[in-house]
């Protein structure tokens, strides 16, 4: 406890008395005046040299829980999505379709976008197929894609209508009915859900809200208008039950001795600093990892990418993040990422192998965005590791 409360008296020092830096730069050299160091050690990859590796890799990443779809292609990914829909039908219109004494007159569909990728004038279109079978969000992979059965020999949508910020189009009213007879009784009709494929001179993402947005039912309406011959007309809404995006792409390649985050195809990045001079028996009070983006390897989306995660890895041959999760935020401050990674920086001091970080977009599942970091071989965008430890008595 007592070094508890030195920590946190020492944590909330610095709160109370330090700025923002002016160089975006440094690791944290003016984190702490000369004053405040007293009795307190730092390690410093500025000042120091330190051996370090880095590389990036290609993980398994379930993008079934994303609250985007993402939708295009540039020139290195494409992404298709799938979405199944529930159509609302009052028991007064399910005796008329019994029946068949109803038609559908007109289906359209709005939907206002939650990320861009792209130019504001690079061109984005897509097609709009019928599935064929039975699918489920966790089971449509990469490697399964092509075996899914999917009706391209016709689009089943018209009059699109695209802009970054709102997509409208119709969808075919015979495939809209079969929906309708499907929800009456699903042993008629037919309602696997409909599969988004970009046009082939698409050079744009666009994110439609998927199942899991908060505001899902607002900015994706599917709106169905039906008419009892020569009665009424009334027009039925229909929402997503299921949906997935698959995003296929190419692995990057730097110019720059770069590594490289990606959203929607999990490419992350390890690194790994020699901290064998660090001594042991220590309290580690901050550790400042900073790491640097180099823009002319760097893709963003809106949103962006504003953080990383730093994750302890428990073997850097595997890639297996440790079981205890240990993790630390970067945050991102023009072309910078640096946060504290104390807890980390601890457990190794405390004995656990060091095998590394692994650094991932937060927003991974949610986008495209391409960010590209100077590896440990940069010559101007290296990272750097700032510790501030004291010795244990």
Not at 25 to 43: A, C, H, K, Q, R
Not at 331 to 340: F, I, K, T
Not at 367 to 382: H, M
């Amino acid at each position: 406890m007592k070094h508890l409360f030195k920590i946190g008296l020492f944590l909330f020092s610095i709160i109370i008395t330090v700025g923002c830096s002016d160089d975006p730069s440094s690791t944290g050299s003016g984190l702490l005046p000369d004053s405040d160091l007293i009795g307190m050690e730092v390690f410093d990859t500025d000042s120091i040299t330190v051996n370090m590796t880095s590389s990036f890799f290609e993980d398994s990443l379930d993008v079934s829980g994303s609250d985007k779809l993402l939708v295009g292609r540039n020139s290195y990914a494409k992404s298709v999505a799938f979405v199944k829909f529930y159509v609302s039908i009052p028991d007064s219109i399910a005796e008329q379709i019994e029946n068949d004494s109803i038609v559908v007159k007109n289906c359209w569909v709005t939907i206002n976008p939650n990320y861009i990728l792209g130019d504001d004038n690079a061109t984005f279109d897509f097609n709009l197929y019928k599935i064929n079978q039975d699918w489920d969000a966790t089971g449509v992979t990469r490697d399964n894609l092509n075996t899914i059965s999917i009706d391209k020999s016709t689009d089943i949508s018209f009059n699109r209508v695209i802009t970054d910020t709102l997509i409208t189009f119709n969808i075919n009213n015979t495939i809209a009915y079969k929906w309708l007879e499907n929800g009456v009784d699903s042993t008629k009709g037919e309602n696997f859900g409909v599969y988004f494929s970009p046009t082939s001179n698409s050079n744009k993402f666009i994110g439609l809200p998927a199942l899991t947005s908060a505001s899902v039912l607002d900015e994706f309406g599917v709106y169905i208008e039906v008419e009892k011959y020569g009665s009424y007309l009334d027009t039925l809404t229909a929402s997503s039950t299921e949906d997935v995006h698959v995003v296929e792409f190419t692995n990057p390649s730097s110019n720059n001795n770069n590594i490289f985050m990606m959203g929607g195809a999990a490419i992350r990045s390890k690194l790994h600093f020699d901290l064998t001079s660090l001594p042991k028996n220590i309290v580690v009070n901050k550790a400042i990892l900073s790491l640097y983006i180099d823009p002319t390897e760097t893709v963003q989306g809106t949103p962006t990418s504003d953080t990383l995660y730093a994750i302890i890895l428990d073997d850097s041959t595997t890639n297996k993040i440790n079981s205890y999760y240990d993790i630390g935020v970067l945050y991102r401050d023009e072309n910078v990422y640096s946060g504290d990674v104390a807890s980390i920086i601890q457990r190794w001091s405390d004995g656990l192998d060091n095998q590394g970080f692994r650094i991932n977009l937060s927003n991974e599942a949610n986008c495209v965005n391409k960010i590209a970091i100077g590896g440990a071989k940069s010559t101007i965008y290296k990272p750097k590791l700032k510790i501030i430890y004291t010795n244990r008595k």
